[in-house]
């Protein structure tokens, strides 16, 4: 008789990207202005870090 093999593990699900992807694009009824602010904060890559103002 045949053995019954189990197959192999699924591979692990790829990591979380770092920068979030671009937003998409607003339709006209949806207009928000977004500025960003950058502060003294910087990330473990020493990139600067940004604060998002959004006029909602």
């Known amino acids: 008789s045949a053995s019954l093999q189990t197959p192999p593990p699924p591979p692990p699900p790829p990591p979380p990207p ?10 006209a009824g949806q207009l928000q202005t977004q500025t960003l602010t950058k502060t003294s904060y910087r990330d473990i890559k020493g990139v ?9």
């Open 18 to 27: 770092i920068h979030p992807p671009p937003p998409p694009p607003q339709s």
């Open 48 to 56: 600067p870090i940004f604060w998002m103002h959004k006029d909602i």
